[in-house]
């Protein structure tokens, strides 16, 4: 199968809303053969969010802003389009550690870390990143797909390079997530869902015949793959069998699994 342009995914917008979908069961025991039951939740989620037990980040890639909220539930948002601090040119995605953001932009080419206040405290991957499409936190590290170079970067917290993974094995990285000492990541242009070993070498790969696979998300049991050209999202256990997928009435560009709830966000 030939390879597609990398360049042909870095523009794939995100809507405006997602849908959150709530595991009744088979997430959290239960056989490994177990499929997620799934009831919808809510349909007025914003995309992209990351929820800690206080604070909640989320970035808004298409008006360049980063929303917190707070342990009151006032929202603060922050922003607008810019390469100066504070600024974002199209974040596409929030890892939180430490009750840190970290904000990867995909048009500035790096990661902005801001506080709970909404202070940008700096910047990660400058000159080091090309049009990065992914963030996902591991265990005091930062993996970012840098889709450009066809590769991921880990990163310490203080911005530090402490891993490349990947380098001549992927060709478009999008969303990626950590499964424990391996990453999972959504690759367009191998039209593949790969599970890479933090030193690079490919542990499996999630289902065949995906023609844009977008995001890859895990509930710590079964993975979930966004592919942008299906209705529906694709579901594996962590070793790779499929389960039956999960029917939607869009086509999906990101899905997430946070405070217990699956988020799906619809394309366009």
Known sequence: MSRIDRRTFLSLG???????????????????????????????????????????????????????????????????????????????????VNGLGYVVETGNHRVQVFDINGTSLGFIGEGELLYPGGITAGQNEIFVSDSRHARIVSFTLDGKVKRVIGTAILSAPRGLVVAGTSVLVADTGLRKVLRLGFDGRVQGELGTG???????????????????????????????????????????????????????????
């Open 14 to 96: 995100t809507g405006t809303a997602a849908i959150a979908l709530l595991p009744l069961s088979g997430c959290g025991g239960g056989s490994e053969d177990d499929a997620p039951s799934l009831s919808v939740l809510d349909t007025a989620q914003e995309p992209m969010r990351a929820t800690l037990n206080a604070p909640q980040f989320q970035a808004l890639g298409r008006s360049h802003s980063l929303v917190i909220t707070g342990n009151d539930g006032r929202q603060r948002r922050y922003g607008g389009v810019g390469a100066s601090r504070g600024k974002f040119n199209f974040p596409a995605g929030v890892a939180v």
């Open 210 to 268: 995906w023609v844009l696979p977008w995001d890859v998300a895990t509930d710590g049991k079964n993975a979930y793959v966004a592919d942008a050209s299906r209705n529906e999202i694709g579901v594996f256990t962590l070793s790779g069998k499929q389960l039956p997928s999960l029917p939607l009435t869009f086509a999906p560009a990101n899905v997430a699994f946070r405070s217990g709830a699956l988020q799906v966000t619809p394309q366009g």
